[in-house]
Each structure stands twice: as structure tokens, then as C-alpha cells.
């Protein structure tokens, strides 16, 4: 059964820090790109940052650029999302994903499976 698990979410303020874990399980890994979503309130769901199968290639959305590093061990199947001087504007449901294509240029990235997702709360 494959799975992929949100973990670490929480409530934070502003200028605060956050790692998110995704724990995956019932596919093979280390063929696929892996990324983090997220939906706010009233918003569609917008593609954060994705990171290449090896974590040789990673591409994030310019609104957490800078802030937000992916990264990933392939030997424990799990996936980070780091999340610095976090922002009200981050506050959203995480998801990590299963993606069907390369981690790619943008922040479009098409996938397939992901978690339950993790509530981030940037609030003072």
C-alpha cells in the first residue's frame, strides 16, 4: 500500500522556523521526484518546492525562495520540507507528493499520490 506521511506541522510566529517530515512507503523511492504542496484557506492548491530523485536537482516557488529548503534520504524514504522566517501568508495545509515527471522549472508539477497533510499556523 503505498503511503505518504505528513509530519511536524504546528504553530509558529512570524519570523519562526518549521520541518515538516514525509515519511513514504509502498513504492520504490528513489525513482521519483518528490514535492510539497500546500492549500490555504479559500486558495487552490500551489506546488511549493520539488526535489529530483537523487536530491541533485531541487526548484521552488518564488514566494518561499530563500526561505524554504527540500531535501531528502533516500535510505530512511523520507523527504524534509525546512521552513525559515516563516510568514502569516505560509499559513496552509502541506502535502508531500509522489510526482509523475521530473522535478522540473515552475512549481506546476504534476503528481499522482500524496499525504494527509500537516496544518502550518504562522500567527502571533
Known amino acids: 500500500q503505498l503511503q505518504l506521511v505528513e509530519s511536524g506541522g504546528g504553530l509558529v510566529q512570524p519570523g519562526g522556523s518549521l520541518r515538516l517530515s514525509c515519511a513514504a512507503s509502498g513504492f520504490t523511492f528513489n525513482y521519483y521526484a518528490i514535492g510539497w504542496f500546500r492549500q490555504a484557506p479559500g486558495k487552490e492548491r500551489e506546488g511549493v518546492s520539488c526535489?529530483?530523485?537523487?536530491?541533485?536537482?531541487?526548484n521552488y516557488a518564488d514566494s518561499v525562495k530563500g526561505r524554504f529548503t527540500i531535501s531528502r534520504d533516500n535510505a530512511k524514504n523520507t523527504v524534509y520540507l525546512q521552513m525559515n522566517r516563516l510568514r502569516p501568508e505560509d499559513t496552509a495545509v502541506y502535502y508531500c507528493?509522489?510526482?509523475?515527471?521530473?522535478?522540473?522549472?515552475?512549481?506546476?508539477?504534476?503528481?499522482?499520490?500524496w499525504g494527509q497533510g500537516a496544518q502550518v499556523t504562522v500567527s502571533s
Open positions: 507528493a509522489r510526482l509523475k515527471g521530473p522535478c522540473s522549472y515552475g512549481n506546476s508539477w504534476y503528481h499522482d499520490y
Open positions: 526535489i529530483s530523485s537523487s536530491g541533485g536537482i531541487t
